[in-house]
């Protein structure tokens, strides 16, 4: 698989497209470039020397990098990144910053900044961190949650109790179905195995089982996912109360396949 593979484009007032791709990482990390023209935003660097390989390799100014949370797997390549661009700017959360450093612009919720000629709103989403971030681009309908929300499952509450990661999911559950998420690690088969043996006979999710295993014995990304989507076969995002998703993550907690 091409790790430059152009995943989504859209078409901006000013003419130049915005595209969207992903660089797989580790072990199943991804960390998510914005281009437009020449310039580029990078999300969530795990590492460095990939990443700048690939704006290298075509030719782009690395304007900003955005995180999303402080876990070493989503900051580690920014030092290396800012050794090559040192002019980018880092966009993290405020209330992070002890843990999230370099940062040249910190964001909360709420906020809203442009990049690449694009509208990009911060959007709180705590549960797997106390000051997880989301990036949500209303105008091209792409949102970057980190950890927070993954194609048929969530982030582990290593920070944040059930009730904040309820509401963080029903919150980006009620962003426009056809919003494109790019979530941040390649669990998706893990994730539809363990909700097809704990809902047997639920339809979507056994489709979905269906068509992710054909992906990946294909050697597809399953990412980017779809909020309409994930609202039809992620057992987390159809939870209908805290408890209720409570009893899910500590039910996957455990789960060993
Ligand atoms: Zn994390």
């Given at each position: ?25 580790l072990r199943d990390n991804y960390v998510f470039v914005l281009q437009r023209g020449r310039e580029a ?100 309908g792409h949102l970057f949650c980190g950890d927070t929300l993954f194609a048929a499952g969530c982030g ?80 987390f995002v159809r939870a209908s109360t805290d408890a209720e998703l409570a009893a899910l993550r500590g ?7």
């Open positions: 698989m091409s790790s430059l593979n152009p995943r989504a484009t859209t078409e901006p007032a000013g003419g130049l497209l915005l595209q969207v791709w992903l660089i797989p990482v935003v990078v999300v969530d660097p795990a590492v460095d020397q990939p990443v700048a390989a690939a704006l290298k390799a075509r030719d782009l100014q690395l304007q900003a990098i955005l995180h999303t949370h402080h876990h070493s797997d989503h900051i580690g390549g920014t030092p290396g990144l800012l050794q090559v661009w040192p002019q980018a700017q880092v966009i993290a959360a405020a209330a992070d910053r002890s843990r999230i450093p370099l940062q040249t612009k910190g964001v909360s919720d709420g906020d809203s900044f442009q990049l690449l000629g694009e509208t990009i709103k911060v959007l709180a989403v705590p549960g797997h961190t106390r000051a997880h971030l989301a990036y949500w681009l209303p105008g091209s582990r509450l290593f920070e944040g109790s059930a009730e904040q990661m309820h509401t963080s999911l029903q919150r980006l559950g009620a962003l426009p179905a056809a919003t494109q998420v790019w979530c941040t690690h390649e669990y998706t088969e893990g994730n539809l195995r363990w909700a097809s043996a704990v809902a047997p006979n639920d339809g979507p999710i056994a489709d979905r089982l269906d068509q992710v295993l054909q992906q990946r014995a294909a050697g597809h990304f399953t990412v980017p996912t779809s909020i309409g989507l994930e609202k039809s076969t992620n057992l039910h996957k907690d455990g789960w060993s396949g």
